[in-house]
């Protein structure tokens, strides 16, 4: 199979309005192609089934996932430059029209955020907007090459669905992964533009945005009896395309594999999209963002995913011996610097942490920064 057979494979699936996700993990040069064979709408019911998920923001929403076991699988190397010299210039920029109105807004709720916190409601919010950027070329895969080409680092993925349409993103945040007994997450929140600076100085509102996060998770996870944290690493400058986050990776032990439902509840939303208490920063989200974020700040990717490993045999002199193991693994992301392509347009989503010493032009600026991670790689 070509490159251009590759992605041929997407389009038809595409023109015909089948189930499909293509997706490449951070640091890998493989792309995984899930193709779902029929029409049906597989609607997630309890984390025990297999496949890729697609889970909205809310609860309450309509998770989606194409099964792994009844659709055609393709895994194709990537990692090779992917695009053409015309699709590499992109001239969208920070400004655009409605800008200003947009601006406005945003910084009118984020100071509602920073005064409900103040008259302590809650500790910390996230706070979101979206925006629309017409295309004058909107066929998807030029779009989603470019992604594949710039954000090596990140998870990197299309997915369409008749029931949600089609999304992209390449998010730099894991919200869980679980192979045998072992699992992984992280604290990822706190933001600045990478200059390329040897020193990299966080602010104090940074630094206490993603403590606030570090401990939700560990709180959450010490109120499973299933979980046992092991190790928790120091909060560490972690780089996502032009930007910079803070991180602090968490992994232990969960006693069965099917406990991982009991995480995934504890973990989602975590306060890097929702907020601190979760319950009152969700109802502050939900009266006042005034749209609707679907599934940017959901979840989506592989759950019980049946993959092959092979493994190196131990005995001497018996050089290349390899047995293969199935092994049942699940990895999931948070879907941020994402957007939603349809009717010609793309909207993309932005958001960014509130504390009480967040101030609403910097907090807009960040959402500006943040929406270049997408508008790069808009061809106009
Ligand atoms: C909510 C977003 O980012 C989260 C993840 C990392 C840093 C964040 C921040 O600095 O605010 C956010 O918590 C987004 O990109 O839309």
Request: charged share 30%.
């Amino acid at each position: 199979m070509t490159k251009e057979d590759f992605f041929q494979k997407i389009q038809q699936q595409l023109k015909a309005q089948k189930a499909f996700v293509c997706y490449r993990k951070p640091g890998q040069a493989l792309a995984n192609l899930l193709l779902q064979q029929d029409y049906t709408a597989h609607e997630l019911t309890d984390f025990s089934e297999n496949g890729f998920v697609f889970a909205p923001f809310d609860r309450n929403g309509k998770t989606y996932l194409i099964p792994q076991n009844t659709s055609e699988t393709i895994q194709f190397e990537l990692a090779e430059v992917l695009i053409t010299d015309e699709e590499t210039s992109s001239d969208y920029e920070g400004s655009y029209v409605g800008a200003e109105e947009d601006q406005k807004d945003h910084e009118l709720l984020v100071q509602k955020g920073i005064d409900a916190i103040r008259d302590q409601r809650f500790r910390k919010v996230v706070l979101s907007r979206s925006e629309l950027v017409e295309l004058n070329d909107p066929s998807p895969m030029p779009i989603f090459k470019k992604l594949l080409q710039k954000y090596r680092e990140a998870f990197v993925y299309c997915w369409f669905h008749p029931k949600t349409g089609l999304w992209m993103g390449a998010t730099p945040e894991t919200l869980l992964q679980v192979e045998r007994d072992r699992f992984e997450t992280m604290a990822l929140a706190g933001t600045q533009v990478n200059k390329g600076q040897e020193q990299i100085e966080w602010g104090q509102k940074e630094l206490e945005e993603q403590l606030l996060v570090t401990d939700f998770i560990l709180n959450a996870l010490e109120g499973l009896p299933e979980i046992k944290i092991g190790e928790i690493s120091k909060p560490y400058s972690a780089h996502a395309g032009t930007l910079l986050h803070i991180r602090t990776d968490i992994s232990g032990k969960v006693s069965q594999a099917e406990d991982q439902s009991k995480l995934i509840e504890a973990l989602h939303p975590t306060p890097a999209v929702c907020g601190l208490p979760r319950k009152e920063a969700l109802e502050f989200i939900q009266k006042h963002e005034h749209y609707d974020r679907e599934y940017y700040s959901g979840f989506l990717g592989e759950l019980n995913f049946k993959t092959e490993k092979k493994r190196n045999g131990n005995r001497r002199n018996q050089e290349n011996q390899q047995f293969s193991a199935i092994l049942k693994q699940t990895s999931l992301y948070v879907n941020l610097r994402c957007m939603k392509l349809k009717d010609g347009d793309a909207r993309i989503y932005i958001g960014g942490g509130i504390t009480r010493d967040s101030d609403p032009a910097h907090e807009w600026m960040e959402t500006v920064n943040k929406a270049q991670t997408m508008k790069s790689v808009l061809v106009k």
